[in-house]
């Protein structure tokens, strides 16, 4: 049994712990570390059968008999936290993105360099049953050459301003998951990327600098086209489409509906929207994604989303971001490494 400790008990540590708990066989959780650990956190824990609460992370790191962590604190410590986890010789779960620093990047693969321990990158999107279904058929040619791999994403509704203000902008925030997402349908990397956006959700997200609605074109290495759409606000819940197109014929996957029930009366067709929220979409795919982490650390093999995979979508973002403001395509050999 592979014994794990949580660094961070905020919304998605908590979806790491319910997910280890409840669907990962070969794992448990025995402690969890947050910097605001307070008694309702430790009987939230204890719920799930944790009974070790820690406010310092470093003593889950000094414990010789977890074997593995997940990072799941705020984004900028997990590079950080990282590296002094591959020092200590503990298998690495990190949640997305690794850094929005590149030089901290370049120190953790630098770092991995010197230990054998795993490192995975949580892309949970990878894991959902639709998504996986066009990887298979892509892999298994079923739709001949890739010409065009299109990706819808668009949350239910807008973050608070405060959010956007330390979240790294759209691109490193919410379109990271759809720039990992077509290097993982179409099974190539980018080369060129041109973006266009603009806040038409709420004003006040150009006022902090962000954008909330994008169109971003990607040309891949392997002459394929990508097409990405985001939004931050979409009404009728939380829009979640791909396709891939290619010399054979096409897949594509719609929205995950609570059921796929469609009435049809003289007054129209009516059907469920899409769920809501992302939770409600995507957590077997978190559950997923730890169980083949603590597979590949039982079998010693290599885990499915390792750093160098993890630094591509970053590497896009900020392609993407160097896009929008030049207003130009801007080539990924122009993001310095």
């Keep these: 049994m592979i014994k794990i400790g949580i660094i961070g008990a905020g919304r998605i540590g908590r979806v790491h712990m319910e997910g280890v708990t409840t669907g990962v066989k070969n794992a448990t959780v025995v402690a969890i570390a947050d910097p605001f650990m307070n008694d309702d956190i430790k009987k939230w824990a204890a719920e799930y059968g944790v009974k070790t609460c820690y406010s310092d992370y470093h003593n889950i ?20 936290i990282a590296i002094e986890a591959i020092r200590a010789h503990k298998h690495v779960f990190c949640e997305k993105p690794i850094s929005q620093d590149l030089g901290k990047i370049k120190a953790v693969m630098e770092e991995l360099k010197k230990s054998d321990v795993k490192f995975q990158v949580g892309f949970n999107r990878r894991f959902d049953h639709n998504f996986q279904a066009i990887r298979d058929a892509v892999e298994a040619g079923k739709i001949g050459d890739v010409h065009l791999i299109r990706v819808t994403a668009r949350d239910p509704e807008a973050p608070s301003i405060d959010y956007v203000k330390s979240s790294g902008g759209m691109f ?5 998951h759809d720039f990992d997402m077509v290097c993982f349908l179409s099974g190539c990397k980018v080369k060129e990327v041109y973006a266009a956006g603009a806040a038409l959700v709420n004003p006040d997200i150009a006022k902090v600098g962000d954008i909330d609605t994008a169109v971003i074109t990607l040309k891949m290495e392997n002459g394929s086209i990508g097409v990405i759409d985001n939004s931050r606000q979409a009404v009728y819940g939380y829009d979640q489409r791909a396709e891939v197109f290619g010399s054979k014929g096409q897949i594509n996957v719609a929205n995950d509906t609570p059921s796929t029930a469609v009435l049809s009366t003289a007054d129209g067709v009516i059907s469920d929207k899409p769920l809501y929220f992302f939770l409600e979409r995507y957590m077997a795919s978190f559950t997923k994604e730890v169980a083949e982490f603590t597979k590949a650390i039982e079998n010693n093999t290599k885990v499915p989303v390792d750093v160098e995979e993890g630094l591509q979508p970053i590497l896009i973002a900020i392609a993407a971001k160097k896009s929008l403001d030049e207003n130009r395509p801007v080539k990924i050999s122009e993001i310095k490494f």
């Design 61 to 80: 790191l000094d414990d010789p008999n977890i074997d593995a962590v997940m990072i799941c604190s705020s984004t900028d410590t997990h590079a950080d």
């Design 172 to 176: 490193l925030d919410m379109t990271i």
